[in-house]
């Protein structure tokens, strides 16, 4: 394994009976980078995904995840990496500091650790004045922050983002990438899938799937050359229309 | 361990911030009782009859005297004739008529028999039999006492006693059942729209991701309402106990074994169906529809399981309520040991297996 990767897979296959979802996929995740995994619906990268943070075991193939296999060592990956899904879940009906508490609470982090993680968390986020009211009550935007610090109280080495921008407007959308730049710049690695083309711009690499399979992987700038498009909309359009 | 007590802490936290979810637990358990307890019941009191007494000796006053002295009957009113009897009972005050034949006493004591005749009114089938039951019983006793200075060789009077509950009092019957229906109910309902509720707020998927087990995760969900189904338990036999003195001639601590295992079967039907439904409704649809109603209709709690039609006697087999209720009305009433419970409590350890093992394989299909 190569020491700059932080994913590798080899031919990774997830069947469902007859049904291949994901169809030998092999390709390469450089620590600290932006990674967009793109696709449509149905193109297997959530499948895709839930092989590589373990909670899924793939049909055949090879990967590894921050330096661990994904069939030996699921739980050593699991301690490694961070994940947040397009819900945001966090507990509505616990308070902001509960939720901190009880997340930091299931990745073993010390009282003390959890302390000083949410002082600083809060800090950041400019929630003192709602750390004792109940999630429910906050807006979506803080949600979404909040849910996605909480996915990076254990310092991960990798953090999977799934869809986190869905539904919400493109204000927030814009803060929530200052995050995700902040977040590579401090040495995580962000795995974000997305089906919002202009988000593609700003990662460092991007994958399409379509039908199970990467169909391209490269910056998105040479990615536009390739295809000889103006948006990665438009590679998208080309790639999935054949 | 750690991360299992600030798991069990978050879920505390949830019941406790949840209005609907505490008035299921501790409310209706006493709501529950107190309504078996005292609103069904197939006891009488001071039921309305009339009397159509064509002798008026005094043996039929000695008789109609001694019913209204009874606490189960108060006389209505007196009629003359026969034809009035319709008109009384249409009115719905009445609910039963005795008619003495004329010459009563003479009879009796020339011919050695009198009929009285009752008639009840049937439109509540139930309630009239008790009624003719009562009625029955108190002119027994009086015909003993009449007897008792009299020799007549070989006079077989019948005599029903009923045993273990010798006042027929139904809530000794609603007791059981009520406590068997509120343990499946919080236990089963409960933890599996609790499970569910966390797959649709998607922080089932955050604690997968996360190192904390699969297991702990349902261990952790599940242990909270132990802890409550048990106090549950308590609070019931305690209402039981002390407003409805209703005995508990078995052991206390089979009682609570026997209890705990129940509620185990219970919360592993709960998980079964949390690993079937997706979201929070369909998992209180199947508890609802799924668990609830057979248990009312089909455990014996309400109708007896020996007069159903066989299919329905060999569907009550699967039931595991069936056997908690004869465990619990033969620890409660009879006092009996686990030497003649072994059988149900061997039958409900079985099925709690059961459902852990198709819990476990259904899980893992579901993580495929």
Redesign the interface.
Known sequence: MDKDYIIQTKDLTKK?GEFTAVNAITFEVKKGEIFGFLGANGAGKTTAMKML?????PTSGEASVAGFDVFKNP?DI??N?G????????????TVK?NI???G????LSREKIKEKRCQLVDELGLQEVVNELVSSLPLGWKQKLAFSV?LLHEPKII?LDEPTGGVDPITRRQFWEMIYKTAHNGTTVFVTTHYMDEAEYCDRVSIMVDGKIEALDTPKKLKEQFRADTMNDVFLKLARG | MKKFVGFIKKEFYHIFRDKRTLFILFGMPIVQILLFGFAITNEINNVNIAILDKSKDATTLEIIHKISSSKFFSIHQNIETEAEIEAVFKKGIVKAILVFENDFSKKLTKENVATVQIITDATDPNTANTISNFINSILQKYQQEINKDIQIAYQIIPQTKMTYNPELKSVFMFVPGVMTIILMLVSAMMTSISITREKELGTMEILLVSPIKPFQVIIGKVFPYIFLSIINAIIIILLGVFVFKMPIQGNLLLLGAQSILFIITSLSLGILISTIAETQQTAMMISLMGLMLPVILLSGFIFPVNSMPKILQYLSYLIPAKYFIIILKGIMLKGVGISLLWKETLILTVMTILFIVLSIRKYKIRLE
């Open positions: 469902f943070i373990g909670i899924s075991t739980n699991k301690k990496i994940y947040m899904s397009q819900k945001f879940a966090l507990y509505d009906d616990l509960e508490t009880f997340f609470g299931i990745y073993g996915a999977f």
